[in-house]
C-alpha cells in the first residue's frame, strides 16, 4: 500500500532528514565527538566511559566485537523465529518460553553428565559435554514445537491474530511449568525457588582470550565461537533454503502457499519441517546465551523481545532481513552501554534501552515492512 | 444495530441493572470484594477498553496499553510525591500540585501515545501486534532501569497525594470505588460517542479496507495516530487510578505478565464489544481470587505451578472455543436462540488479519 505521506508525516521528509542527522551525528559522536573522563570524574554531554574511537581504538573495536558477537546470538534465536513466521504466519509469542525450556532442559543434561555438581568451571567441562547437552535440549524442544504445532495451529491456519493468542497462551502455561520444574540442580546450600539463575558452562578450551592483532586487542574466544555459531547457523540455512529440495519448497511455502500446496506438495510436512527447525533454533540459542551468561526467570520475556526487535528491524520471514536486524540491534545494544554519556551520578547509560526504541522507530519511518520485509 | 431490537432492549435492561447494582455494591458485598474485585476490576476494565476500542474500531491488537498505564502511572508518581523526612525516597519527588500533576501526567501519557501510535501507524496485523508489544517491554525495562524515575524497587506513597476533588482515598474506600465507576461510566459512553462520529466512521472503514479508505483521500496513518492516542488517554486514566488504588508502582505493573493479563482480560470479554472489558475485568479477577486461595503453597497439584498455569490454560480454552470471549458467546446465544442457525458472518470478521496475510 502506497499512501501520500505530508512532510511532516511519519515516512515524509522532515522526519527523514531528523532521521538522516540523528545517524550521522551519532556516528560523529562515536568517532570524534565523545572524550574520555577527566582525573577527578564530572565531564558534560562528550563525556564517555571510553571517549572517542580516535582516543581509545582498543574499547572501540572490542565494542563492536562485543556487538557482533552479540548479534550471532541473537541470530541463531531470531532466525528460528523468523522461519515460523516466513513459511507460516504464525507469530510465536511461545518463542522466549521454548528458548528458557531449551536452556533449563541443556542445563540439566549437562549437570548429570559432569557430575560435578553446581560449582562447575568452564575448564573442566570437554566438547562432548557441551555438545550433548546442546544436540539433546534441540531435540527436545524441536519435538515439543512440533507438538505444539500440530495440536494447537494446524487447524487454524490462516487465522494468524487467533495463532498468535494461541501461542500466546502456551507461553504463559509454558514458563510457569518451567518455573515450578526448573532447574532440579541447585547448588549445595541454595534453596531451589523455582526459575533460579543458572549457568551452562563452555567447554574448556574457549575459556581464554585471543590476540587479534588489531591494535592490541585480545578478545574471548568464547564470544567469538558464539559469532561462529551464529555464522555457522545462517550459512546452513541459506544452504538449507537454497541448495534443497525442502528449503525449494519452503521458500515456495513463502511465496504462495495455496499454489505450492496446489501443484501436489505436501505443505504440511514443510509446515511440521519448519516448525520443529524454528523451536530447534530457539533452543540452539538458549545453549549458547546460558553458556555466555544465564537460563532465569524473566529470560523468556528478554528474548521475546530481542527476537520481534530482530524481525521487526530486518523484515518477517526474511533470512537476510534477520542478519541485518541482529547485527544493527547487537551494534546499537553494545554502543548504547559503552557510548551514552556518562555525565554526573548514573547518567546516561542507563537510558540504553530508548535506543533499542529510537532504532525501531527510524527502521519504521523509512520502511514499515522492516529492511527486507516485502509488501503485502 | 437496529436490526436487532429486541436484543438491544435486553442489553440496556441488563446495563441498567447492572449499574443500579453497581452503584448499590458497597452496601452489598464486603470490603475485601468491592475493593480488589470491583474497584480493581473497574480499573483494569478501563485498560482493557482502550485495548478493545483499538481492536473492535480499529483493527489494531495494542499490547502498548499495560505500558500506557504504567507510563501514567510513573509519570504522575514522579510529579505528586514530595520530598519529606521519613517519607518515599525513590523517583522524582517533584512534590507539584496534585491535579496539576494528574492533568500532566495524562498529557504526557498521550504525548507518548502520540509517538508510538505515529511509528506503528503503517503497521497491520499481528505486525502491529509485535511492535506494540515491544513498546511495552521497552517502558518497562526504562522505569526498571533508569533509577532516577524508580528503578526496580517501587515507588509507593502516591495514593496519599490526590487532587482535592478526589478526597482522601486511603481511608474512604468506597469514595475510590465511586470515583472508579463514573471514570469507567464515562470511558464507556466516550468510546460509544466516538464510534458514531465522522472520525470513528471513517476509523472503521480504515479497519476493513485500509487501501480503499486510503484511496477515498482518507489520510490512514494519521486517523490510526490519532485513534492510539485516544487509546492512550483511556488507558492513562486507567493508569492513574491504579496508581491510586495500588499506591506504590513498580516495573511489574508493566512487566510480561501484567501485558498478558490484560490481554487475557480483554480476551476473556470479548475483543469485538466495549461492554466485555468490564466483563471480563471482573471475571479475571474472580476467577484468580477463587483459585488462588485454593492453590496450595507449593502449586498445584500433580503438575505444579502457580495461578498462571490456570489462566493460561482458561486463556487458551476461550481462544480455541469462542474467540469473541463472553460477549461472543452472548452475542452468539441470542442469534441461536433467535434463528436457531448459526450466526451471521459480521462484516471484518478478521479485518487485522486479511489486511496483513493479503
Given at each position: 500500500?502506497?499512501?501520500?505521506?505530508?512532510?511532516?508525516g511519519?515516512?515524509?521528509?522532515?522526519?527523514?532528514?531528523?532521521?538522516?542527522?540523528?545517524?550521522?551525528?551519532?556516528?560523529?559522536?562515536?568517532?570524534?565527538?565523545?572524550?574520555?573522563?577527566?582525573?577527578?570524574?564530572?565531564?558534560?554531554?562528550?563525556?564517555?566511559?571510553?571517549?572517542?574511537?580516535?582516543?581509545?581504538?582498543?574499547?572501540?573495536?572490542a565494542?563492536?566485537?562485543?556487538?557482533?558477537?552479540?548479534?550471532?546470538?541473537?541470530?541463531?534465536?531470531?532466525?528460528?523465529?523468523?522461519?515460523?513466521?516466513?513459511?507460516?504466519?504464525?507469530?510465536?509469542?511461545?518463542?522466549?518460553?521454548?528458548?528458557?525450556?531449551?536452556?533449563?532442559?541443556?542445563?540439566?543434561?549437562?549437570?548429570?553428565?559432569?557430575?560435578?555438581?553446581?560449582?562447575?568451571q568452564?575448564?573442566?567441562?570437554?566438547?562432548?559435554?557441551?555438545?550433548?547437552?546442546?544436540?539433546?535440549?534441540?531435540?527436545?524442544?524441536?519435538?515439543?514445537?512440533?507438538?505444539?504445532?500440530?495440536?494447537?495451529?494446524r487447524?487454524?491456519?490462516?487465522?494468524?491474530?487467533?495463532?498468535?493468542?494461541?501461542?500466546?497462551?502456551?507461553?504463559?502455561?509454558?514458563?510457569?511449568?518451567v518455573?515450578?520444574?526448573?532447574p532440579?540442580?541447585?547448588?549445595?546450600?541454595?534453596?531451589?525457588?523455582?526459575?533460579?539463575?543458572?549457568?551452562?558452562?563452555?567447554?574448556?578450551?574457549?575459556?581464554?582470550?585471543?590476540?587479534?592483532?588489531?591494535?592490541?586487542?585480545?578478545?574471548?574466544?568464547?564470544?567469538?565461537?558464539?559469532?561462529?555459531?551464529?555464522?555457522?547457523?545462517?550459512i546452513?540455512?541459506?544452504?538449507?533454503?537454497?541448495?534443497?529440495?525442502?528449503?525449494?519448497?519452503?521458500?515456495?511455502g513463502?511465496?504462495?502457499?495455496?499454489?505450492?500446496?496446489?501443484?501436489?506438495?505436501?505443505?504440511?510436512?514443510t509446515?511440521?519441517?519448519?516448525?520443529?527447525?524454528?523451536?530447534?533454533?530457539?533452543?540452539?540459542?538458549?545453549?549458547?546465551?546460558?553458556?555466555?551468561?544465564?537460563?532465569?526467570?524473566?529470560?523468556?520475556?528478554?528474548?521475546?523481545?530481542?527476537?520481534?526487535?530482530?524481525?521487526?528491524?530486518?523484515?518477517?520471514?526474511?533470512?537476510?532481513?534477520?542478519?541485518?536486524?541482529?547485527?544493527?540491534?547487537?551494534?546499537?545494544f553494545?554502543?548504547?552501554?559503552?557510548?551514552?554519556?556518562?555525565?554526573?551520578?548514573?547518567?546516561?547509560?542507563?537510558?540504553?534501552?530508548?535506543?533499542?526504541?529510537?532504532?525501531?522507530?527510524?527502521?519504521?519511518?523509512?520502511?514499515?515492512?522492516?529492511?527486507?520485509?516485502?509488501?503485502? | 444495530?437496529?436490526?436487532?431490537?429486541?436484543?438491544?432492549?435486553t442489553?440496556?435492561?441488563?446495563?441498567?441493572?447492572?449499574?443500579?447494582?453497581?452503584?448499590?455494591?458497597?452496601?452489598?458485598?464486603?470490603?475485601?470484594?468491592?475493593?480488589?474485585?470491583?474497584?480493581?476490576?473497574?480499573?483494569?476494565?478501563?485498560g482493557?477498553?482502550?485495548?478493545?476500542?483499538?481492536?473492535?474500531?480499529?483493527?489494531?491488537?495494542?499490547?502498548a496499553?499495560?505500558?500506557?498505564?504504567?507510563?501514567?502511572?510513573?509519570a504522575?508518581?514522579?510529579?505528586?510525591?514530595?520530598?519529606?523526612?521519613?517519607?518515599?525516597t525513590?523517583?522524582?519527588?517533584?512534590?507539584?500540585?496534585?491535579?496539576?500533576?494528574l492533568?500532566?501526567?495524562?498529557?504526557?501519557?498521550?504525548?507518548?501515545?502520540?509517538?508510538?501510535?505515529?511509528?506503528?501507524?503503517r503497521?497491520?496485523?499481528?505486525?502491529?501486534?509485535?511492535?506494540?508489544?515491544?513498546?511495552?517491554?521497552?517502558?518497562?525495562?526504562?522505569?526498571?532501569?533508569?533509577?532516577?524515575i524508580?528503578?526496580?524497587?517501587?515507588?509507593?506513597?502516591?495514593?496519599?497525594?490526590?487532587?482535592?476533588?478526589?478526597?482522601?482515598?486511603?481511608?474512604?474506600?468506597?469514595?475510590?470505588?465511586?470515583?472508579?465507576l463514573?471514570?469507567?461510566?464515562?470511558?464507556?459512553?466516550?468510546?460509544?460517542?466516538?464510534?458514531?462520529?465522522?472520525?470513528?466512521i471513517?476509523?472503521?472503514?480504515?479497519?476493513?479496507?485500509?487501501?480503499?479508505?486510503?484511496?477515498?483521500?482518507?489520510?490512514?496513518?494519521?486517523?490510526?495516530?490519532?485513534?492510539?492516542?485516544?487509546?492512550?488517554?483511556?488507558?492513562?486514566?486507567?493508569?492513574?487510578?491504579?496508581?491510586?488504588?495500588?499506591g506504590?508502582?513498580?516495573?511489574?505493573?508493566?512487566?510480561?505478565?501484567?501485558?498478558?493479563?490484560?490481554?487475557?482480560?480483554?480476551?476473556?470479554?470479548?475483543l469485538?464489544?466495549?461492554?466485555?472489558?468490564?466483563?471480563?475485568?471482573?471475571?479475571?479477577?474472580?476467577?484468580?481470587?477463587?483459585?488462588?486461595?485454593?492453590?496450595?503453597?507449593?502449586?498445584?497439584?500433580?503438575?505444579?505451578?502457580?495461578?498462571?498455569?490456570?489462566?493460561?490454560?482458561?486463556?487458551?480454552?476461550?481462544?480455541?472455543?469462542?474467540?469473541?470471549?463472553?460477549?461472543?458467546?452472548?452475542?452468539?446465544?441470542?442469534?441461536?436462540?433467535?434463528?436457531?442457525?448459526?450466526?451471521?458472518e459480521?462484516?471484518?470478521?478478521?479485518?487485522?488479519?486479511?489486511?496483513?496475510?493479503?
Amino acid at each position: 500500500m502506497r499512501e501520500r505521506v505530508s512532510a511532516w508525516g511519519v515516512g515524509g521528509t522532515v522526519p527523514r532528514i531528523a532521521a538522516a542527522a540523528l545517524v550521522v551525528f551519532s556516528i560523529l559522536y562515536v568517532l570524534v565527538i565523545a572524550k574520555p573522563p577527566g582525573e577527578f570524574g564530572g565531564g558534560d554531554w562528550r563525556t564517555t566511559n571510553f571517549g572517542s574511537a580516535a582516543d581509545d581504538p582498543n574499547a572501540f573495536i572490542a565494542t563492536i566485537l562485543d556487538g557482533l558477537t552479540f548479534a550471532g546470538l541473537l541470530f541463531i534465536v531470531a532466525s528460528g523465529f523468523s522461519l515460523i513466521f516466513g513459511l507460516m504466519r504464525v507469530v510465536n509469542m511461545a518463542h522466549g518460553a521454548f528458548y528458557l525450556l531449551g536452556g533449563y532442559v541443556a542445563y540439566e543434561v549437562q549437570q548429570r553428565m559432569t557430575g560435578s555438581g553446581f560449582g562447575l568451571q568452564s575448564g573442566e567441562v570437554n566438547t562432548l559435554e557441551w555438545v550433548v547437552p546442546w544436540l539433546i535440549a534441540m531435540v527436545c524442544i524441536g519435538v515439543f514445537g512440533l507438538g505444539v504445532q500440530q495440536l494447537l495451529l494446524r487447524w487454524n491456519q490462516g487465522q494468524d491474530l487467533r495463532q498468535a493468542l494461541i501461542t500466546i497462551a502456551v507461553s504463559v502455561i509454558v514458563a510457569d511449568q518451567v518455573i515450578a520444574h526448573f532447574p532440579r540442580t541447585v547448588p549445595a546450600g541454595t534453596q531451589r525457588f523455582g526459575g533460579n539463575a543458572v549457568s551452562l558452562s563452555w567447554p574448556g578450551w574457549t575459556n581464554q582470550f585471543v590476540d587479534l592483532h588489531v591494535a592490541g586487542v585480545s578478545y574471548s574466544l568464547a564470544r567469538l565461537v558464539m559469532l561462529g555459531l551464529g555464522v555457522g547457523v545462517g550459512i546452513a540455512l541459506w544452504l538449507w533454503l537454497h541448495r534443497t529440495k525442502t528449503g525449494l519448497v519452503i521458500r515456495a511455502g513463502v511465496d504462495d502457499r495455496q499454489m505450492t500446496s496446489a501443484i501436489g506438495i505436501n505443505i504440511q510436512t514443510t509446515f511440521a519441517i519448519a516448525f520443529l527447525v524454528g523451536s530447534a533454533l530457539a533452543a540452539f540459542g538458549a545453549v549458547v546465551g546460558g553458556s555466555q551468561a544465564s537460563i532465569a526467570q524473566g529470560r523468556d520475556g528478554e528474548w521475546l523481545l530481542f527476537s520481534l526487535v530482530v524481525v521487526i528491524i530486518g523484515g518477517m520471514g526474511s533470512l537476510a532481513g534477520a542478519a541485518v536486524g541482529s547485527v544493527l540491534y547487537g551494534l546499537v545494544f553494545s554502543f548504547a552501554v559503552a557510548y551514552l554519556p556518562t555525565t554526573g551520578n548514573e547518567c546516561c547509560t542507563q537510558y540504553s534501552v530508548v535506543l533499542t526504541f529510537i532504532l525501531m522507530a527510524l527502521v519504521l519511518a523509512f520502511r514499515p515492512q522492516g529492511l527486507f520485509g516485502r509488501v503485502g | 444495530m437496529t436490526h436487532d431490537t429486541a436484543k438491544v432492549v435486553t442489553e440496556r435492561a441488563i446495563g441498567v441493572g447492572a449499574l443500579v447494582l453497581a452503584v448499590l455494591a458497597p452496601l452489598l458485598v464486603s470490603d475485601f470484594w468491592l475493593n480488589s474485585i470491583l474497584t480493581q476490576g473497574l480499573i483494569l476494565g478501563i485498560g482493557a477498553a482502550s485495548l478493545i476500542f483499538l481492536s473492535a474500531y480499529g483493527g489494531m491488537i495494542s499490547l502498548a496499553q499495560t505500558g500506557l498505564m504504567g507510563i501514567a502511572g510513573y509519570a504522575l508518581a514522579n510529579m505528586v510525591t514530595q520530598r519529606v523526612p521519613g517519607g518515599e525516597t525513590k523517583g522524582l519527588l517533584l512534590g507539584w500540585d496534585p491535579t496539576l500533576s494528574l492533568v500532566a501526567a495524562i498529557l504526557l501519557t498521550v504525548g507518548i501515545g502520540l509517538v508510538f501510535g505515529a511509528v506503528a501507524s503503517r503497521s497491520f496485523g499481528i505486525y502491529f501486534l509485535m511492535l506494540t508489544l515491544t513498546y511495552t517491554v521497552i517502558a518497562f525495562l526504562f522505569v526498571g532501569s533508569v533509577t532516577l524515575i524508580g528503578g526496580f524497587s517501587p515507588v509507593a506513597g502516591v495514593d496519599a497525594y490526590t487532587p482535592g476533588f478526589i478526597g482522601d482515598i486511603v481511608n474512604d474506600r468506597d469514595r475510590l470505588y465511586f470515583i472508579s465507576l463514573i471514570v469507567a461510566a464515562f470511558v464507556y459512553v466516550l468510546i460509544r460517542y466516538l464510534t458514531r462520529t465522522p472520525f470513528g466512521i471513517s476509523l472503521q472503514g480504515i479497519r476493513d479496507e485500509p487501501v480503499r479508505m486510503a484511496s477515498l483521500g482518507y489520510n490512514v496513518a494519521v486517523h490510526r495516530t490519532l485513534a492510539f492516542g485516544i487509546g492512550a488517554f483511556v488507558a492513562a486514566l486507567g493508569g492513574v487510578l491504579y496508581a491510586w488504588w495500588f499506591g506504590q508502582l513498580s516495573p511489574t505493573i508493566m512487566g510480561l505478565d501484567a501485558t498478558i493479563q490484560l490481554l487475557v482480560i480483554a480476551v476473556i470479554g470479548g475483543l469485538r464489544r466495549i461492554e466485555g472489558a468490564w466483563l471480563g475485568a471482573i471475571a479475571f479477577l474472580v476467577i484468580n481470587n477463587e483459585i488462588t486461595n485454593r492453590i496450595p503453597s507449593s502449586g498445584l497439584p500433580v503438575i505444579g505451578g502457580t495461578f498462571n498455569t490456570v489462566i493460561g490454560v482458561i486463556f487458551l480454552v476461550i481462544v480455541i472455543v469462542s474467540p469473541d470471549g463472553l460477549m461472543g458467546l452472548w452475542d452468539r446465544a441470542w442469534s441461536l436462540a433467535k434463528r436457531g442457525g448459526p450466526p451471521r458472518e459480521t462484516p471484518g470478521a478478521q479485518p487485522a488479519a486479511e489486511a496483513s496475510s493479503s
